[in-house]
Each structure stands twice: as structure tokens, then as C-alpha cells.
């Protein structure tokens, strides 16, 4: 088979797409057929040696996929080979096949095309494990979300508007706001135009947001966190912007609110029977066209340097997929 293979920590361009051996199932694992495999901004940290997992050298690099089963152990009853399925794992994900444990893989619905399986676990599982688990937003409530067009966060506003919060997009250009307003947000901020306080000021009368949703961090946490409400809730999603930023916490204080940390894949290791409850929800909201993964460009696997670049590069919106067949 085929796979993407990181030998040192640096840049994606240093990745190789390299011949490998089939990969046979242990105790408790399968092998899947990869047929897509989302890319993430932790997949670009990964390859840097800058995430808080740092996977042994050399490894295959991407986590989410969606495919079809190739073989499984003796040991594995709840699946067979050519069962469709969703898988998410910490690496292996840009290959054409991938060994996972069978507890770590769901069944994909009949109807869903393998580039939207692929686009779910990771945005969407950590934004829903965000706004319901950690910040419990509740509706009628005025959610800020910022970084609004990267994948966690138009699932962020999708997920919101499912529960009928008011959701308040925040972007860099007005042609991310557009895809923001197309997947439900109800007011738009251009923050390289626009100052980020005054606005969130204006769109709610005052009141400031009740959740914030930062997966960004930089310049924009604290002027967001100097907007938020009486009781308000500050998710510390991560830091796509590159700095992590020093927040005065009297403010805090002053508002009786919460900096609220999101780390989903420790959260799917420590509680996995509530995760595959929350991937239950998502897959029946999906159903019900209450979310829908916005999949902006599709790369062949000797194109996966490109995507993550392309990912840091924050020239992505929504999500891109990686097809290894």
C-alpha cells in the first residue's frame, strides 16, 4: 500500500508518499480500505513536533478517515470486511489502508458519501463536545465564534443554530462571512475591518457574548473576552493564529465568567462511551440536514503536503479531504 510517511519534525513539504507493506489486524483491530481522510490543523502541528502528542518516528500522519473494512481480527464480532465505516485514530490516517481499534471505529449511515464521513469526528466532535459538554449554551443565547470558517468553526455555528442560539460570526475576509452566512450565522464581523469590541457590542445591544468559541487565540481571545457577558463562558478551543495568548483574568472576574478549556481527544479517551453519544446526535442531525460539512478541495495522497500548507497557510475553508485510492 500507499502512505504518506513523516521521517523528522518540520514542514509539510518535507512529507513522502512511500510504498509500504499491507497492514494485517492484531487483537481487537481491523484494517479499513481508506476511501477519504479529513485533514486538521493538529495533523499540520503533528508533522512539526509542536502538538501536546508527539507519535514515535516515522509514522503515518492523519486521524479521521472513512473507508471500507479490509479484514479484521479474530477477536472483532462487531464488524466485518466489507462493512462501510468511520474511524478516528491518533495517526495512519493518509494511507490507502489503516490499522484501527475496533472500538475506535463507527458504522457509517447507508446513505453518507465517504468525503462527508470523513469531515465529522474531528470539527464536529470537538465543537459539539465544546458548546453542549463544556459551555452547556443554551437557546436564545448569543454565541461568538471566532475563526468562523475554518471546520470547527462552521461546525461550531451549525451547531449553535441547532440549538437555537444566535450565532455571531467572526472572519478575516468577507468572502469567509459568506460561507459563515451560508451555513446559518445570523450576524457577520469582518475583524480585519471592523473593531472586534465595538461590533460584538452593537450585535448585542450591549449584553456582550454568552459563549465565546476561540480556536484561534492571538490578538482576537482578549478582545473577545473583554466582550463577553455576565456569566459568560470563554472556550479555549486551541491556537490556530500561532500565539498563545496572555489574558488578564481580572476581566474574569469582573464579568463573574469562566475560561473553559476544550481538549476533545483526551475527552474521547477518557469518556468514549459519552463520545460515540455525542457522534450519535451529530450522525442524526446530519440526517435530519441540521449540519452539513462544507468540503472546500479535495487532494490526491501525493498532494497531502499541499492540503496541510494549504491548511496552514489558513487558506482553507470548512474542510479538505484527502482521497488515498
Not at 460539512?293 to 496552514?312: C, E, F, G, T, V
Amino acid at each position: 500500500m500507499k502512505a504518506v510517511v513523516c521521517e523528522a519534525w518540520g514542514n509539510p513539504d518535507a512529507l513522502a508518499v512511500k510504498e509500504l507493506q499491507d497492514l494485517e489486524a492484531g487483537a481487537g483491530e481491523v484494517v479499513i480500505d481508506v476511501h477519504a481522510a479529513g485533514v486538521n490543523f493538529p495533523d499540520v502541528l503533528i508533522v512539526q513536533g509542536k502538538y501536546q502528542f508527539k507519535p514515535a518516528l516515522p509514522f503515518v500522519p492523519g486521524s479521521e478517515v472513512s473507508g471500507v473494512i479490509r479484514s479484521v481480527a479474530a477477536d472483532v464480532t462487531t464488524f466485518k470486511p466489507g462493512d462501510r465505516v468511520i474511524a478516528f485514530v491518533p495517526t495512519g490516517g493518509f494511507g490507502q489502508q489503516l490499522l484501527a481499534p475496533a472500538q475506535a471505529v463507527i458504522p457509517m449511515p447507508p446513505a453518507m458519501e465517504f468525503d462527508t464521513a470523513a469531515a465529522i469526528t474531528l470539527t464536529y466532535g470537538t465543537s459539539y463536545h465544546a458548546i453542549i459538554d463544556r459551555a452547556k449554551l443554551e437557546a436564545g443565547e448569543n454565541m461568538l465564534v471566532l475563526g468562523a470558517a475554518g471546520g470547527v468553526g462552521l461546525a461550531a455555528i451549525e451547531i449553535g443554530k441547532a440549538l437555537g442560539a444566535r450565532v455571531i460570526a467572526c472572519a478575516s475576509t468577507d468572502e469567509k462571512l459568506e460561507v459563515c452566512r451560508q451555513h446559518g450565522a445570523d450576524v457577520l464581523i469582518n475583524y480585519s475591518k471592523e473593531d472586534l469590541r465595538e461590533a460584538v457590542k452593537a450585535a448585542t445591544g450591549g449584553k456582550g457574548a454568552d459563549v465565546i468559541y476561540d480556536p484561534v487565540g492571538g490578538e482576537y481571545s482578549e478582545a473577545a473576552l473583554r466582550s463577553i457577558a455576565w456569566g459568560g463562558r470563554h472556550l479555549v478551543v486551541g491556537f490556530a493564529n500561532g500565539d498563545i495568548p496572555r489574558l488578564p483574568l481580572n476581566l474574569t472576574l469582573l464579568k463573574g465568567a469562566s475560561l473553559v478549556g476544550v481538549f476533545w481527544g483526551e475527552f474521547t479517551k477518557r469518556n468514549p462511551k459519552a463520545n460515540m453519544a455525542n457522534m450519535g446526535q451529530l450522525l442524526k442531525w446530519l440526517h435530519e440536514g441540521k449540519i452539513k460539512p462544507h468540503i472546500s478541495a479535495r487532494y490526491p495522497l501525493d498532494q497531502a503536503a499541499q492540503a496541510l500548507n494549504d491548511m496552514a497557510a489558513r487558506k482553507v475553508t470548512g474542510k479538505v479531504i484527502v482521497l488515498p485510492q
